[in-house]
């Protein structure tokens, strides 16, 4: 589980903890939001999807739990599984909160292999950036597959970007103690795919703004570095950074996502994924169910 260190050095509450009431998320969660947003309104579209399921619920930072609310919105029926029931439940409130109802299911954290579905449940699996989190990750993939009649779309942390190695060697190394970083790798989430059966009928990367990916937000970016700018500082607290998906969603910040998207232009650069890999802050697979 992850947690915050305190000035001692000792854990505190984890880190989803605060964003569950806490709706101010950053400029790059927010970014980040968006364009999973677009990504996974495309696949909708394109594949007629209606039934949806996301496991783990938690894997980006900000508030947990709201991935899918957006293909909700648009008229898919979204089920989500978590193993904290706390967190489950508070899930559940801020989708409440956008007037949605996800079809909740809280599970030991030992049952990602077993998951309460039968085969062929739904139109589409996926997974954003949790594999790591969990004691089964290759168990969650299977079940993932199993449960899909069409689509299984998973996205893990990009690991040759530099925000990346800044995160593991300098300013965030306690919590590479907290994962399994073996599947950071997404080849080895191919490998897997691939065993059981799936054809993957594209892969990429999504998520590139024009700052590393560091996690956390800018000005404790700069402390953990030992900058001391109170000009710095300022530019990234206060009342004028606030960035809140939620108050999009509810309509008190309509003009948010046109104020962020405006940084995607590396996003929608035509250019090899490839190319744009060396900054990118995920990696996906898109794969299809054999019938």
């Known amino acids: 589980m992850t947690t915050t260190p305190s000035a001692t050095g000792e854990a505190q509450r984890p880190i989803w903890e605060k964003y569950l009431t806490d709706y101010n998320e950053g400029l790059g969660l927010v970014y980040e939001r968006f364009v999973l947003n677009d990504f996974l309104e495309a696949l909708r579209q394109r594949y007629a999807l209606e039934t949806v399921l996301e496991a783990p619920i938690y894997g980006m930072a900000g508030v947990t739990g709201i991935n899918s609310a957006m293909l909700a919105r648009n008229g898919c029926n979204v089920s989500l ?3 904290i029931p706390e967190r489950a439940e508070a899930v559940q409130r801020i989708w409440g909160e956008l007037s949605l109802t996800p079809d909740m299911h809280v599970i030991s954290p030992d049952n990602w292999g077993r998951l309460p579905f039968d085969d062929n449940s739904f139109d589409m699996t996926w997974n954003w950036a949790a594999l790591w989190y969990l004691p089964d990750a290759a168990g969650l993939l299977r079940e ?3 449960t899909s009649r069409k689509l299984v779309f998973v996205a893990m942390p990009n690991s040759i970007q530099v925000g990346y190695w800044i ?3 300098v300013i965030d190394k306690e919590f590479f103690d907290t994962i399994d970083e073996r599947w950071a790798d997404i080849e080895r989430v191919r490998w897997t795919l691939r065993n059981e059966g799936v054809q993957i009928i594209a892969s990429g990367v999504l998520d590139v703004p024009p700052w590393p990916d560091t996690v956390m937000p800018a000005n404790e970016v700069l402390q953990r570095l030992g900058i001391r700018s109170k000009k710095l500082e ?19 910040q309509p003009d ?6 405006k940084y995607a232009w590396l996003d929608h650069a ?5 190319i744009k890999s060396v900054w990118a802050h995920h990696r996906w697979l898109l794969g299809m169910i054999d019938s």
């Open 81 to 83: 599984v978590d193993d």
């Open 144 to 146: 993932l597959v199993r």
């Open 167 to 169: 995160r593991k060697h």
């Open 234 to 252: 300022d530019q990234f607290t206060g009342d004028s950074w606030e960035w809140n998906t939620m108050a999009y969603y509810l309509g008190q």
């Open 256 to 261: 948010l996502y046109d104020r962020v998207i």
């Open 270 to 274: 035509r250019l090899p994924w490839q």
